[in-house]
């Protein structure tokens, strides 16, 4: 009898061994599945980072042709190659080679390095007219044409230009949508500046709010 008793009892205690040993496997692959979850959103959270910070350092400088703009694109002062980008307070600008025919106005803003450091211009300048008390007259120039490269301005008189066209007075306009204005000269946003710089300039123009005859074009080497 004592014989019987025991091999009934060896099965059962088998049986609570194997289902002791199947929840220990439950419980290691939760744990796993639980880690793996954590590294995957890690991960994700880290690639999102990147893209973010790619994006965002590349601002609006290098915009196309037909946007219009007062002021330069984003602060910037990240240059190409490791050379910084030109601060408005590095440089000072001119207006050079004007040329006039046709009911035309052409001529070249000159951005010259006055600093003692090397550094870089790219994309385009913002530009308007302004009257007496600085105020803004008719819309900002609108950006046109051009390949956007990087110029770099070598210390002490590195230059870089930028084609500034507007009709001649008023032009091919009906004088009503012209507006014929005086302008006391030019407000130049460098590119990707926020701080400007002025040019003494007497120019009658049109500030119509429908004229949009003021362009400029990227910087250019010289």
Same mark, same amino acid.
């Given at each position: 009898?004592?014989?019987? $008793?025991?091999?009934?009892?060896?099965?059962?205690?088998?049986?609570?061994?194997?289902?002791?040993?199947?929840?220990?496997?439950?419980?290691?692959?939760?744990?796993?599945?639980?880690?793996?979850?954590?590294?995957?959103?890690?991960?994700?959270?880290? $690639?999102?980072?990147?893209?973010?910070?790619?994006?965002?350092?590349?601002?609006?400088?290098?915009?196309?042709?037909?946007? &219009?703009?007062?002021?330069?694109?984003?602060?910037?002062?990240?240059?190409?190659?490791?050379?910084?980008?030109?601060?408005?307070?590095?440089?000072?600008?001119?207006?050079?080679?004007?040329?006039?025919?046709?009911?035309?106005?052409?001529?070249?803003?000159?951005?010259?390095?006055?600093?003692?450091?090397?550094? $870089?211009?790219?994309?385009?300048?913002?530009?308007?007219?302004?009257?007496?008390?600085?105020?803004?007259?008719?819309?900002?120039?609108?950006?046109?044409?051009?390949?956007?490269?990087?110029?770099?301005?070598? &210390?002490?008189?590195?230059?870089?230009?930028?084609?500034?066209?507007?009709?001649?007075?008023?032009?091919?306009?009906?004088?009503?949508?012209?507006?014929?204005?005086?302008?006391?000269?030019?407000?130049?946003?460098?590119?990707?500046?926020?701080?400007?710089?002025?040019?003494?300039?007497?120019?009658?123009?049109?500030?119509?709010?429908?004229?949009?005859?003021?362009?400029?074009?990227?910087?250019?080497?010289?």
């Amino acid at each position: 009898m004592r014989s019987t $008793t025991a091999r009934r009892r060896i099965p059962a205690v088998a049986t609570q061994a194997a289902v002791l040993a199947a929840v220990g496997a439950l419980a290691l692959t939760a744990c796993s599945s639980g880690n793996g979850s954590s590294n995957a959103s890690n991960a994700s959270i880290a $690639t999102g980072g990147g893209n973010s910070s790619t994006a965002a350092s590349n601002g609006g400088s290098a915009s196309g042709s037909g946007s &219009a703009s007062a002021q330069g694109s984003q602060t910037s002062t990240h240059g190409s190659g490791g050379v910084p980008a030109c601060t408005t307070g590095q440089l000072k600008v001119d207006q050079e080679n004007p040329d006039v025919g046709a009911g035309q106005y052409y001529s070249k803003l000159v951005f010259t390095n006055a600093s003692g450091t090397t550094c $870089t211009l790219t994309g385009f300048p913002g530009v308007s007219y302004v009257k007496q008390g600085g105020v803004q007259s008719g819309n900002a120039a609108v950006r046109t044409g051009g390949h956007v490269t990087t110029v770099t301005l070598h &210390a002490h008189g590195g230059r870089a230009s930028a084609v500034l066209h507007d009709a001649n007075g008023v032009g091919g306009y009906d004088p009503g949508q012209c507006q014929l204005s005086s302008a006391e000269g030019l407000r130049v946003y460098p590119p990707n500046q926020k701080a400007a710089l002025f040019i003494p300039w007497k120019h009658d123009h049109c500030a119509g709010a429908s004229v949009h005859s003021l362009t400029i074009g990227a910087v250019t080497a010289g």
